[in-house]
């Protein structure tokens, strides 16, 4: 983006002969540029998917056939897969202008996607997965749901460094302002230095929507500790600061739940108004370890 920004300031409206010839040629350049460096950043980051990160070994092998899956009080059973317990169950999604896909995000199995009729399957996996939020486990003293982990002061970050990074644009634009017309000077203000605020802020905001279901994790709370089902936090809320946080700012507005503690990790929880989440809450406050709500 910022290459297709250089290439509208390199055309001059008033030019005229080879000058505009030779500014439109550059930039259809920088285009092309443009294209050719997307595709070699995607497959750059594939290749070292593939064989760097570590949360890609270990997964099960490519899985796909017609098969039967038996859904149930106990889980999602897929023939010639295995068995998912409901708590194993993440989230679902939609496939984009598609009725017929439903992508289920799982803990043991990642992502399966599912040919089936969506109207159908989703309404039944979305009843089993709001009854493992039911008052019945908070009573037993265990109390399981599913949230968005996500870093607040990293998103914080993210938008100050989007702010700064478009101000310090601003200001060297209007440094050079007097080399270049007054066209080129209100695009540069008006497009270039909001766009470049944009795409700093497009990673923290895609994390928590675009690529949302890919964070969500399942938790399990047990008196006074919540961990994680997959062992990845274990926390005691008796030695951490509890709160309920609602912000807003330009363009977001959400609530979560911040953990800090004083001995281990810290745990920022994006919270969705499910059933299973206002249960936790209440539970948290009940046994007086959510110390505080603030906005």
Known sequence: MLLMGAAVWLIDMDATGWYILLTM?????????????????????????????????????????????DIGENGLSVQGLGHVDWIDVLSIEGVPDSDNYLIVHTRPFRKLLLTTEVDALAPVINHYLELRGSSKTAL?????????????RCFLAWIWAGYVLAGTMGLAILLTASNASLFKTMVALCVLVPLVAWLVWAIPFSRISLFSHS?????????????????????????????????????????????????????????????????????????????????
């Open 25 to 69: 040629i550059a930039a259809v350049a920088l285009f092309v540029l443009w294209l050719a460096g997307l595709v070699g950043v995607v497959n750059a980051w594939i290749w070292i998917e593939e064989n760097w990160l570590p949360s890609t070994k270990g997964r099960p092998d490519p899985f796909n056939a017609t098969t039967q899956v």
């Open 140 to 152: 037993a003293g265990a109390l399981q749901t599913r949230a968005i982990v996500f870093c607040w």
């Open 215 to 295: 964070r969500v994790r399942a938790f399990e709370f047990d008196n006074t500790r919540l961990r994680s089902i997959d062992g990845a936090w274990h926390i005691d809320l008796q030695k951490a600061r509890v709160s309920h946080r609602q912000v807003s700012g330009i363009g977001y507005e959400f609530d979560f739940l911040s953990i800090r503690s004083k001995v281990g990790q810290n745990l920022d929880l994006l919270l969705d108004g499910s059933s299973d989440q206002r249960e936790l809450l209440s539970v948290l406050r009940q046994r007086g370890l959510l110390q505080q709500s603030t906005s």
